[in-house]
């Protein structure tokens, strides 16, 4: 029996805020997107301190290889259709549909990293090239959606070869000092 405080912890109706069946769908949509957000943010958190780990020892001067042009950044071919695949994986249901979610969430935000990739080529012959770029990355971090456009760039890159295309009419850039 519950009572005072308790009572009200230990009551199930109503009057707590959220009816029971809309707390499970709460639970269930969470239960759902949660191994694909984990997988983000682990995609997201290697990479950031992989670049980060790069970049302080290439400033101390350990780095004995040379820094790379991450604008050049490409994914193998194969990956595209291990996208697809995992896509399709994704309709099975059970535990086979989540580990497609996860590979699949994972190639995206690949494909996200190389969209902008492209956007940093493209945007090389630009005046204004680290306003736009810093607006961009501005608008994804702070909504986090606008990420699906670089998914976007980045499998039209696949697809269409943008870099390519773009840098087949130029030569090539000065490097910046």
Not at 48 to 61: D, F, K, P, Q, V
Not at 110 to 139: D, E, M, P, Q
Not at 152 to 167: K, T, V
Request: hydrophobic share 55%; aromatic share 8%; charged share 10%.
């Amino acid at each position: 029996m519950c009572s005072g405080f308790r009572k009200r912890s230990c009551s199930n109706n109503e009057h707590d805020g959220a009816p029971a069946g809309e707390s499970e769908q709460w639970v269930d949509a969470l239960v759902k997107i949660a191994p694909a957000a984990a997988a983000i943010v682990a995609m997201m958190t290697l990479t950031l301190n992989l670049w980060l780990a790069a970049r302080i020892t290439a400033t101390s001067g350990r780095l004995h290889r040379p820094w790379p042009d991450l604008k050049g950044a490409a994914l193998p071919p194969m990956t595209l259709a291990a996208l697809c695949v995992a896509v399709a994986l994704c309709f099975t249901g059970g535990l086979p549909a989540m580990l497609a979610q996860i590979v699949t969430t994972t190639l995206m935000m690949a494909y996200a990293l190389i969209g902008f990739a492209v956007l940093h080529t493209l945007t090389l012959a630009l005046k204004s090239r680290a306003l736009w770029l810093g607006c961009v990355y501005a608008i994804v971090v702070v909504f986090g959606w606008p990420v699906l456009a670089m998914v976007a760039l980045g499998l039209a890159e696949a697809i269409f070869g943008f870099r390519q295309r773009y840098l087949k009419g130029r030569p090539p850039p000065l490097p910046a000092s």
